[in-house]
């Protein structure tokens, strides 16, 4: 049974709240409705209390009228006003989460507690901000391929590349159903995702998808374009560097 409280307005806006407040819908808070703030405060209920995570796992790839469990912990999250395509990407993404190994439930940067959609992998950050960078589902699948070698685990950039295809080819419910096999394997592997992001796309699939899947693709080409290069680059200088050895005295007769 879980033990976690229904996230409050103070709750998410600072002082945790006491062991005898009372759930009420969020409303006038800005942070209450933050993407970032809802996938964060998933991933803490779901690393600090059992329960509660699984509560959330029970909803993986169930449709919203079979998940009773969860919609204690997550209804005090929705926007007000919202579609029902908003509405169920909290819940699957909620699911995702929590459905991680309790291993690969880290705590957040507290340094870096904001969103910035606007700037992409690979781009710099201005001085000014500490700001959390957003990362497409593009760049985590090329991550996955880039740190493959080596590991354990690994993504083949085939696979990487006809999963994440195969991803932006879909519908709302085939998103709904080929995402959770896709996010649940890089997480496998151990490469991030950025679950507020990932929100985001989902609550905009059906408005938006050709625009998100033009940047996932994009990202994840243009990574594993710098990636190859990076590739070459490091061969070369190999190449090189066995060239520039002295050669070996010849043996005496």
């Not at 405060?41 to 469990?69: F, H, I």
């Not at 419910?173 to 890089?186: D, E, T």
């Not at 990932?198 to 905009?204: A, F, G, I, Y």
């Given at each position: 049974m879980?033990?976690?409280l ?9 002082p ?66 919202r ?11 909620a ?5 991680q ?10 340094e ?7 700037h992409?992998?690979g ?43 195969l991803?932006?080819?879909q ?50 080409y ?18 090189l ?12 007769l």
């Amino acid at each position: 049974m879980t033990t976690t409280l229904p996230p409050t307005a103070q709750h998410v806006a600072g002082p945790p709240e006491t062991a005898g407040s009372i759930p009420q819908q969020q409303k006038g808070t800005a942070r209450a409705h933050n993407p970032r703030a809802f996938t964060d405060w998933v991933a803490q209920v779901s690393r600090d209390d059992p329960g509660a995570r699984s509560a959330l796992r029970s909803g993986l790839r169930k449709d919203l009228d079979s998940v009773r469990r969860m919609h204690r912990l997550v209804a005090p999250w929705l926007p007000e006003g919202r579609s029902a395509d908003v509405e169920r990407a909290y819940y699957a993404v909620a699911a995702m989460i929590a459905s991680q190994p309790r291993g690969a439930l880290a705590a957040p940067d507290p340094e870096s507690t904001d969103d910035d959609p606007a700037h992409a992998d690979g781009e710099q950050m201005p001085a000014k901000s500490m700001r959390r960078r957003r990362v497409s589902l593009g760049t985590v699948f090329a991550t996955a391929v880039a740190e493959g070698p080596g590991r354990e685990k690994e993504m083949r950039a085939g696979t990487a590349e006809s999963r994440l295809n195969l991803l932006t080819r879909q519908s709302v419910n085939g998103l709904h159903r080929h995402l959770p096999a896709s996010v649940g394997y890089l997480r496998s592997l151990d490469v991030d995702v950025d679950w507020a992001q990932l929100l985001d796309d989902l609550s905009n699939w059906r408005r938006n998808s050709g625009r998100i899947s033009r940047t996932w693709l994009q990202d994840f080409y243009r990574l594993r374009a710098r990636d190859a290069a990076r590739q070459a680059d490091e061969a070369d200088e190999k190449e090189l560097a066995a060239d520039a050895e002295p050669a070996a005295a010849p043996a005496s007769l």
